[in-house]
């Protein structure tokens, strides 16, 4: 396993009674990703989560963190919001996080970090009633934030968001992730995990359907691997070349390709031949994402 590997899922099956919720569901989350599980109502994103998070049993597979099974050292590691957190309507934010300092056993000085972080330090005092459902939500990524965890496990977290509640939760996790910080969070809202993630993982019926670079799986432009044996004229040609957003060398060989809205592979085949180079290998990454599918959850 790799060293860099904080989440790896492997063969997870849960049933509720005849129910298969999740079918045998593998994937991996590695340091510094914002992983996007993104799948339509009833895929399996919470019981996931839940399993990951030891709230729920699983029935089958397996699941490590840090490249170790479950483990109470690693759970420290790890701020999560799974379902909606209790708090206290007649407390104030702070007197709520207190209390959240208090279970997680953190010094109260975490309370301003991570009020400041979520904007709310000016209603420090209010009391918890008094907020908006924008601002309710606000303060659960705050208590999870308490403790700086390295790792972020939110489940739907843009729910009752209203746009800018929105865009202020895509800065906190952006923030976050570049101090290093791995978010993994789910979404059955495709633009969502398309501006906040850069990874995704995509669910259907408790089977994951794909999961890569936000870029290669959303962005509807064709991912295509090609090999030469002329690999230095191959790299020279595709820096010239006019279809190409970006590519990648693999190997010694291989190239990896995004192809920009103007190309295909059929003219990326031309476009080398006629520069004197035969290809040895052209293969478009199978599209497995029926674009009804996504549509779907547009
Ligand atoms: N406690 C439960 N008992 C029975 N079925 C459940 C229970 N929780 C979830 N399910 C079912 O498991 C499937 C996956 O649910 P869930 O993980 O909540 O999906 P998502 O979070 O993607 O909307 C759904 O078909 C749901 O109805
Ligand atoms: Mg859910």
């Known amino acids: 396993m790799a060293s860099d590997s904080i989440l790896e899922i492997r063969n ?30 009833g895929s399996g994103k919470t019981t996931t989560l839940s399993i990951v998070m030891g709230v729920l049993k699983k ?30 309507p007649y407390l104030t934010l702070y007197e709520n996080l207190k209390i959240i300092t208090r279970i997680k056993e953190i010094p109260e000085s975490q309370i301003n ?18 907020l908006s459902s924008g601002l309710k939500q606000r303060l659960a990524i705050a208590a999870v934030l308490a403790g700086d965890p390295e790792v972020l496990v939110l ?20 923030k976050e992730a570049e ?9 059955h809202i495709l633009d969502e995990v398309e501006k906040v993630c850069t990874h995704v993982g995509i669910l259907k019926s408790g089977e994951l359907v794909t999961q890569g670079k936000v870029e290669d799986i959303l962005s509807g432009k064709e991912v295509v691997f090609i090999a030469s044996e002329n690999p230095d004229k191959t ?13 990648e060398k693999l190997n010694s060989r291989e190239f990896k390709l995004l192809l920009n809205k103007k190309g295909s592979p059929v003219e990326l085949n031309k476009y080398f031949f006629d520069q004197g180079i035969v290809l040895s290998k052209l293969v478009k990454q199978k599209n497995t994402l029926e674009s009804e599918f996504l549509q779907l959850m547009k």
Do not use: M
């Not at 049933?15 to 298969?20: Q, W």
């Not at 009752?160 to 929105?166: K, R, T, Y």
């Open 12 to 41: 997870l099956t849960k049933n509720y009674g005849s129910l298969k919720a999740l079918d045998g569901l593998n994937l991996h989350v590695k340091q510094g990703e914002i992983y996007g599980l993104l799948g339509p109502n």
């Open 59 to 88: 029935t089958a597979g397996d699941y490590y963190w840090f490249n170790r099974k479950p483990h109470y050292t690693s759970r420290l590691k790890i701020g999560s919001l799974i379902e909606d957190p209790h708090f206290y």
């Open 113 to 130: 970090y991570s009020l400041g972080i979520t904007g709310l330090l000016k209603r420090k005092y209010s009391k918890f009633r008094t």
């Open 155 to 174: 489940d739907e977290p843009t729910k009752s968001l209203d746009p800018e509640g929105f865009s202020d939760l895509r800065d906190i996790i952006q």
């Open 179 to 187: 101090k290093g910080k791995t978010i993994v969070l789910s979404s």
């Open 235 to 247: 790299s020279q040609l595709l820096y010239q070349c006019p279809f190409i957003e970006k590519f």
